[in-house]
């Protein structure tokens, strides 16, 4: 069974820097898609960036030039730089593999916050 934990999440001031990790276990690393999705209080959850084995990277608008998604196959770990952060970068961050399969973590929380 595949298993995701996710850590690097905390309190950053604006204009501050965090890197969110996603480890997986449990199968091999064969996914097509790698994504980080957040969920900001009261509201839906979005994509925040992408990124397929085809070499494919997309992200959402208003996080383009400050985050920067990646992976190493090697350590099974998929990241989620993120620089310049802004209060409305606050939310909830799930990593998710899928391709095969739909897997998804935990959820870090990232507060963004003076």
């Known amino acids: 069974q595949v298993q995701l934990v996710e850590s690097g999440g905390g309190l950053v001031q604006p204009g501050g820097s965090l890197r969110l990790s996603c480890s997986a276990s449990?199968?091999?690393?064969?996914?097509?898609?790698s994504g980080w999705y957040r969920q900001p209080p009261g509201k839906r959850r979005e994509l925040v960036a992408a990124?397929?084995?085809?070499?494919?990277?997309s992200y959402l608008n208003s996080v383009s030039g400050r985050f920067t998604i990646s992976r190493d196959n090697d350590t099974k770990t998929v990241y989620l730089q993120m620089n310049n952060m802004k209060p409305e970068d606050t939310a909830v961050y799930y990593c998710?593999?899928?391709?095969?399969?739909?897997?998804w973590g935990q959820g870090t929380q990232v507060t963004v916050s003076s």
């Open positions: 998710n593999l899928a391709d095969p399969g739909d897997h």
């Open positions: 449990g199968s091999d690393f064969n996914f097509r898609f």
């Open positions: 990124l397929t084995t085809n070499g494919g990277i």
